[in-house]
């Protein structure tokens, strides 16, 4: 019988690319998102390959996060793998200058988000004794580079989160692990840029960046192990990346 992975930020990016190759080997898929037409679309193709469910919701609305998840169909409840996907980086300013409502969306996506989503799945994991949550963090959960503040305290909590679910769960045969991408070339940096595509594209100039496709095959190859194999904390960077400052460009 085929598992069932609910994915959070599953419209774009990360969240996309894995749906889609979770999609071609036989997983059953959740699509968790806020983007309604992103997601009708995605659904339709992935409905060609095995059974696809979508819930609309924000991560940061706690309600919403419970409500919907708590609405799945029979054939969808019970979760056998939780990929915490959503999060966003939003402003790159010192912390002296620093937008508030920046401040907010990161620890209110990137943490909070995190927790309401894992707290309406674990509760069924700890009943069966059995399942998988895989928390995306970042580089930034590792190390703090300029003007980095917040989003870094932000993946950081992740990291932590990460960690502390994995001891905390370990009594009932729960898998918990987490992946830190480096740079990957999604729309992450339009969203941090507010739509400056200029800024944006500027980011992933003169290196080959690592690809969304590219963390959905780790993140399938991580869900596919034998049960008693936990890939507890992986860090993935492009070549051309030694840190979230040091990038040999051309």
């Known amino acids: 019988m085929s598992k069932t992975a609910l994915i959070t930020g599953a ?9 889609q190759i979770l999609a071609k080997n036989n997983y059953k898929i959740i699509l968790c998102g806020r983007r309604e037409d992103r997601m009708a679309e995605l659904e339709k193709e992935l409905s ?5 469910h979508s819930l609309l919701f924000d991560v940061r609305d706690k309600q919403a996060v419970s409500d919907c998840i708590a609405s799945l169909p029979e054939a969808f409840s019970k979760i056998d793998i939780l990929i915490n996907n959503a999060g966003n980086a939003h402003g790159l300013d010192p912390i002296q200058t620093g937008d508030l409502d920046d401040w907010d969306a990161m620890i209110d996506i990137n943490v909070k988000g995190l927790l309401y989503v894992s707290k309406a799945i674990i509760p069924q994991m700890i009943e069966r004794k059995s399942g998988h949550i895989i928390n995306i963090g970042s580089t930034a959960a590792k190390e703090v580079y300029p003007n ?4 870094c305290a932000s993946k950081h909590a992740v990291d932590a989160l990460n960690q502390g679910m994995r001891i905390d769960l370990n009594p009932f045969n729960i898998r918990v692990g987490a992946i830190h991408p480096g740079m990957v070339e999604t729309e992450f940096s ?12 500027k980011v992933y100039q003169g290196f080959t960046p690592l690809q969304a496709e590219d963390i959905a095959d780790i993140i399938h190859f991580v869900v596919s192990r034998p049960y008693h194999v936990n890939i507890a904390d992986l860090v993935v960077m492009s070549t051309a990346q030694a840190s979230s400052t040091i990038v040999k460009r051309d």
């Open 148 to 151: 980095g503040n917040v989003y």
């Open 190 to 201: 339009e969203v941090r840029f507010k739509g400056d595509t200029d800024r944006a594209d």
């Open 11 to 19: 419209t774009s990016g990360i969240g996309k690319a894995t749906a």
């Open 48 to 52: 060609q390959l095995t059974a696809v």
